[in-house]
């Protein structure tokens, strides 16, 4: 038996013949293969004192199962015994069963696939041998044996999409891929520029792509919500024609479900990833003003859909079904294009794979980051003689956030920002912060000596030897800079997300390890560094005006060149990194991994006060930065930066700034602007867009604007006989008019221009105008003559 490369696709388990069956597909150079691992025993823990209680209990309950005492402890050092079952089924039953009978059962939530994966550390990539046997589109193993391995896949990828009336009958389907392109539709041949593959009806659709599947057997389905749309549509239309949709490998059917309580829906194509663009790019940590495919494609290749309005894309789409199908084609595959080449683009496909193999996650997981922890750390904790805490998400202490300093308002000259570079993970890193860490640290004295623990907060404190975590951080530390130097986007992009969720995991009580003093012990260590280095800023005669969780904000109180701007942030970093150094050496006996970095020199910058208050303000500023060709104005947390501001209000503030920044004066343009947008100049630009963050019906007491459009939206939907659009949540664009909110798309009354003038352009006006020794109003008001 030759060893073999292989990538995960999918994993499966059930209960057969008394045992149990894992079925692994990979992806590999000679094709998709299908593992099969039996006889895998379900394990979860008890306490080794309730053997002889759960026993009885099993046996009265005629389950075979077996108690092994085990040399593994609890995090109270308190023997385990693990309870081996030889079904899914058993292992559930005796469970539940111990569990009613007030008897401590640990680890039994987690999968069998989860835990022979991760306790063999494979993640996403293996190599493994079996026995071999070909199929015709694949080749199965049998007693396979699997362990880590380095394989990168060529994944085989098409990107699908429907169309569909607006009562779910399906008209065609579009494939792109670069094995095939077509649009299989309903109809009669007639020519057309789009491969065409005919059909019937709608039944024979359904078949056709079934076909297609088999002939090209693509590894992954990419889509725009394609699970929650696409394939729960198709499953709809497939069930209304009494029959199954055989879209997996081995000639297996798809399945379809939706969670009750999440209402998450997921969708099974064994042998085959599904991959929602929309998912994946939230994944990624990309954010778009506006998740519509048309947006997102706009945004990122500067193209999008030939039809984006909701109401006149439907119509088409009905006009083009009857009249024109060649049209609707072309449509078609263009939305399936615009999927490949946003993928593409983004590298999002590179970067799920990279994560796959960091973490062991699955390709078409959403976040994970509590699943990909644990992928990491259980198996460590085992060998090092612990199970892991069950989760505790009743009674639990919050720990405090990021630090975010009270700022100073002003107009000021030269900026800088000093960062500490990935602040949190470098804490737990420097710190030695880890879950067994903590509970073998507190069996010590605190101190600073080699046999003595780290000083945490509220209680926490840490073995300088016993832990994983600072390791692992270490590690992807590392890979992290190599992927920079190897100019490896994805890799890196994943290593960082994957670094900066171990804080977020030990502070959720979603996850077993929670524990407020490993939370605490990193964000009020954050907190400590960034008051300190704040005291040594100021030390050296310069002004402190904002600080954010990592992030600390320099006054050279006076305005700078870029060179001396520079040379000044280079000295602060060398100071800062050198004191921090020196300071947990002789307070701690530590290695300090702080590194602060110098990341920006604003030419002009504003932080303003919060509104109708001289407060200053937090998580909101402004700042010039760069020169000539390359100067631009950053927003953070201003009207510019934010999606419920009209682009009236956001026209106006870059403008407004960039005067005010040049050392321009803005009375004329903001008079003017007020004039034009009186005179309906910028009626285009008056366009608020929010989002319906419940189902209409259950705005009951305050109505806000958005609901009242989104209401009025569907009351002439329905007189009209159009779909209703706004009732489960969703996206509204509307204007305000004299008579109130009115949706964009049906508006009849004249536009409120006094309500933009007072609501979008004064608020902007008055968060610099007093800066500079103006007003507003007084700019706005009306010019007395002399008679």
Same mark, same amino acid.
């Given at each position: ?31 998709? @293969? ?46 385990? @015994? ?105 109809? $009669?041949?007639?020519?057309? $520029? ?8 709608? &039944? ?30 198709? +499953? ?31 969708? &099974? =194509? ?10 994946? /790019? ?12 048309? %947006?997102? %494609?706009?945004?990122?290749? *500067? ?30 595959? #263009? ?46 904790? +085992? ?6 805490? &069950?989760? +505790? ?8 956030? *990021? ?5 100073? !308002? ?59 975590? !600072? ?35 030990? *502070? ?83 290695? %300090? ?5 110098? $990341? ?32 631009? =104005? ?6 510019? @930066? ?11 503030? #870059? ?10 004066? !803005? $009375? ?7 004039? #034009? ?71 009849? %009354? ?10 979008? /352009? ?7 105008? !007093? ?11 009306? #010019?007395?003559?002399?008679?």
């Amino acid at each position: 038996m030759s060893v073999t490369q292989g990538f995960i696709l999918s994993c499966s388990t059930k209960d057969r013949s008394g045992m149990t069956q894992i079925d692994i597909w990979a992806s590999t150079e000679s094709g998709p @293969a299908k593992l099969t691992i039996d006889k895998e025993k379900p394990v979860f823990f008890i306490l080794a004192e309730d053997i002889d209680a759960a026993t009885r209990i099993a046996s009265s309950s005629n389950l075979l199962v077996t108690f092994s005492s085990l040399d593994l402890t609890t995090f109270d050092d308190q023997p385990v @015994a693990a309870c081996y079952s030889p079904t899914i089924r058993t292992s559930q039953l005796i469970s539940e069963r111990l569990s009613a009978a007030n008897i401590l059962v640990l680890e039994s939530d987690i999968k069998l696939t989860e835990r022979y994966l991760m306790e063999r550390y494979l993640k996403g990539s293996i190599e493994f041998i079996g026995v071999e046997s070909n199929h015709t589109s694949y080749r199965q193993y049998t007693q396979v044996k699997c362990r880590p391995g380095n394989y990168i896949p060529e994944l085989k990828v098409v990107s699908l999409d429907i169309e569909c009336s607006e009562k779910g009958v399906l008209y065609s389907i579009g494939l792109d891929s670069p094995m095939d392109s077509r649009v299989i539709m309903i109809g $009669e041949n007639e020519p057309a $520029e789009t491969a065409i593959q005919w059909v019937k009806d709608e &039944n024979a659709l359904l078949s056709a792509l079934c076909e297609w599947f088999a002939t090209f057997d693509p590894d992954v389905i990419i889509g725009w919500s394609v699970i929650d749309f696409d394939f729960k549509l198709l +499953h709809r239309r497939a069930e209304f024609h009494n029959r199954p949709l055989h879209l997996g490998r081995a000639s297996q059917a798809s399945s379809f479900r939706t969670a009750k309580q999440s209402q998450q829906s997921f969708v &099974n =194509i064994p042998g085959r990833v599904v991959i929602d663009g929309i998912d994946g /790019l939230k994944t990624a940590t990309f954010s778009f003003p506006s998740w519509s495919l048309e %947006s997102v %494609s706009q945004t990122l290749l *500067g193209e999008g859909k030939a039809i984006h309005n909701v109401h006149s894309r439907m119509d088409e789409i009905n006009f083009m079904f009857k009249k024109d199908k060649p049209a609707l084609a072309k449509y078609n595959l #263009q939305d399936c294009a615009l999927v490949s080449r946003i993928f593409k683009h983004t590298h999002l496909l590179d970067f799920l794979i990279e994560r796959s193999r960091l973490t062991g996650l699955a390709l078409d997981r959403i976040g994970g980051s509590v699943a990909a922890f644990t992928n990491l750390y259980l198996p460590q904790l +085992h060998r090092a003689g612990y199970v892991a805490p &069950n989760l +505790h998400s009743e009674n639990w202490l919050a720990s405090p956030g *990021g630090y975010v300093m009270d700022s100073i !308002p002003d107009l000021y000259g030269s900026v800088l920002v000093l960062d500490f570079k990935s602040l949190y993970p470098s804490i737990i890193r420097t710190f030695l912060i880890d879950p067994m860490g903590m509970i073998e640290g507190l069996k010590l004295e605190v101190g600073k000596e080699s046999t003595q623990a780290v000083a945490g907060f509220r209680g926490g404190q840490f073995h300088r030897e016993k832990h994983f975590l !600072p390791a692992m951080i270490e590690h992807l530390w590392q890979a992290r800079d190599v992927a920079k130097q190897n100019n490896e986007q994805a890799f890196s992009q994943a290593i960082k997300i994957i670094m900066n969720s171990f804080y977020g995991v030990l *502070g959720s009580s979603g996850c077993r390890f929670f524990d407020t003093r490993l939370a605490s012990s990193i964000t009020m260590r954050g907190h400590e560094i960034m008051k300190q280095t704040k005291v040594l800023v100021e030390n050296k005669g310069y002004q402190v005006i904002y600080g954010d969780t990592d992030s600390t904000f320099i006054s050279l109180n006076g305005t700078y060149s870029k060179q001396n701007a520079d040379k000044i942030g280079t000295e602060l970093v060398t100071h800062i990194n050198q004191w921090w150094k020196e300071h947990l050496l002789n307070e701690f006996g530590l290695t %300090s991994y702080l590194e602060v970095e110098y $990341e920006t020199h604003y030419r002009k910058f504003l932080m303003p006060t919060i509104r109708g208050s001289e407060t200053g303000s937090k998580k909101r500023y402004a700042g010039l930065i760069g020169e000539g060709t390359n100067e631009t =104005i950053i927003f953070k947390g201003l009207e510019s @930066a934010r999606t419920d501001w009209t682009p009236l209000s956001q026209r106006f503030q #870059q403008r407004l700034y960039d005067l005010i920044f040049h050392d321009k004066p !803005p $009375e004329d343009y903001v008079r003017h602007f007020v004039e #034009q947008t009186k005179d309906g100049v910028f009626d285009t630009e008056l366009v608020y867009r929010k989002r319906l963050r419940r189902k209409l019906h259950e705005y009951q007491k305050n109505i806000p604007p958005q609901v009242r459009a989104a209401r009025m939206a569907d009351e002439i939907n329905a007189q009209l006989g159009r779909p209703l659009q706004y009732q489960n949540k969703g996206v509204i664009e509307y204007v305000i008019t004299v008579n109130g909110p009115e949706p964009q798309e049906y508006v009849k %009354s004249p536009i409120d221009y006094q309500h933009y003038i007072d609501k979008q /352009l004064k608020p902007i006006g008055d968060a610099i105008l !007093p800066f500079i020794g103006l007003d507003f109003d007084t700019l706005c008001a009306p #010019q007395l003559g002399l008679f």
